[in-house]
Structure formats: C-alpha cells, structure tokens
C-alpha cells in the first residue's frame, strides 16, 4: 500500500503562500490533494495524472499549483494568493484508477497537514 506523509502546513495571512508536500513510497496514476474545512465535506482541490494532465476546482484555479517529482516520489501543492476560506486540512491522495473527484474512490491517503489563513 501506498504510503502519503504530508507537510508544509503551516499559518499565514491572506495573500501569502505555503507549499505543501507529500512524499509518497511510489506515485501512482492519480495523485491529488483534499482538503476538508470544519463542518464541510472532503472536497477534491487539485489532481494531476501520469500524463501530467492537472485539474483544479474553481475556488483555487489560477492560485494554486499542483506537480510531481516522480524521481523523489512527491507532489507538491503550490499555493499563492491564499484566502480565508482556504483554511483547511489538507490530504494528499493517491490512486491507480483515472483521476476523480470521489475521495472514496481513492485508496490512498495521508493523515493531512493544516493550513490556516487569517
């Protein structure tokens, strides 16, 4: 089974930037980045695929930026311009499977790293 260690968390104002990492025991088709805020759902942040096809949900496009190191094994989470509502857990995931916005359907996860914005 995949192993997921984030980190990179951290507090910050609004508008600056954290860089997020996650060193994983071997990437897989899928690698992604969760992130789940108190009293909300899990919700899917950005993805990037073995073709290094990534994907972003609104609220972050164009302020964050995903990539992985396949020589290190680790994705990294750019994140600039960072607002309030960002505030979250964030959680890398990984799967064999395409790219989705299910977490469920993601078999691997790390234990998260938090990023909060004042």
């Known amino acids: 089974h995949v192993q997921l260690v984030e980190s990179g968390g951290g507090s910050v104002q609004a508008g600056g930037s954290l860089r997020l990492s996650c060193a994983a025991s071997?990437?897989?088709?899928?690698m992604a980045w969760f992130r789940q805020a108190p009293g909300k759902e899990r919700e899917g942040v950005a993805t990037?695929?073995?073709?290094?096809?990534?994907w972003y949900v609104d609220s972050v496009k164009d302020r964050f930026t995903i990539s992985v190191d396949n020589g290190k094994n680790t994705v990294y989470l750019q994140m600039d311009s960072l607002k309030p509502e960002d505030t979250a857990l964030y959680y890398c995931?990984?799967?064999?499977?395409?790219?989705?916005?299910?977490?469920?359907?993601?078999?691997?996860w790390g234990q998260g790293t938090q990023v909060t914005v004042s």
């Open positions: 995931a990984a799967t064999v499977r395409p790219c989705t916005l299910i977490a469920r359907e993601y078999s691997g």
């Open positions: 071997y990437t897989r088709t899928c």
């Open positions: 990037i695929d073995s073709d290094d096809i990534s």
